[in-house]
Every structure is written in structure tokens, then in C-alpha cells.
């Protein structure tokens, strides 16, 4: 099978990547908002736990946007769908083909 999406929806990819950046990074740093606020931690615990949710979300984030090609776009947009950084109406904007092959690969991996 080839990994490459159509041009068209390549266009798209490059639109609904940013948003699903912001999303995540948002994600993330209300992660951490959350560990600041922690009253009933001491200090030195929620920096750990601060440091752990940036690590983790650093290397998660490496993982699902590094490597910007067309080559990447369809593992990158399943990723992007299956952590909820797009929604059912961003995804609706790629081809009848590209949905139903992230939908197949959402399955495969909710079945392992």
C-alpha cells in the first residue's frame, strides 16, 4: 500500500497541522498549569511532575510532528485524529480515501 496521500489532501495535511500543534502544546501546558496549582504537593514534587508531563510530552510531541513530508502526512494525521488534536469536521475536509484509511488504522491499533 502506498503511504503517500493525494496532493489534495496533502494541501489539507498542511493546513490542519499547525492546529493540531497548537493543540497539543496547549494540551500539554495546561498539563503543567494543573501541576503548578497543586496546593497540597510541596514544590519539589510538582517540579518532578512538571518535568515528567514536559519530557514525556517532548518526546510525544517529536514523534507525532517531526519529519514535515508527504511520505509522513497519513501515520502523522492518524496520530493527530487518534489524541483528539482534530476533530470530525477538520477531518471531513480530506478525501473519502485518506478517512477511511486513518479509520482503519485507528482500528487496527485500538485492537492491539
Known sequence: MNDRIKESDWKTFTKLRPLALER???KVMGDVDKIIHKDEEDAHERYIEMYNIIRDGDKKLAHMFDGFSRSKALDQLVMYYGNDLLNEEEIAQLSAETRE???AILKIWKEE
Do not use: A, H
Open 24 to 26: 497539543y502544546c496547549k
Open 101 to 103: 484509511r486513518i479509520l
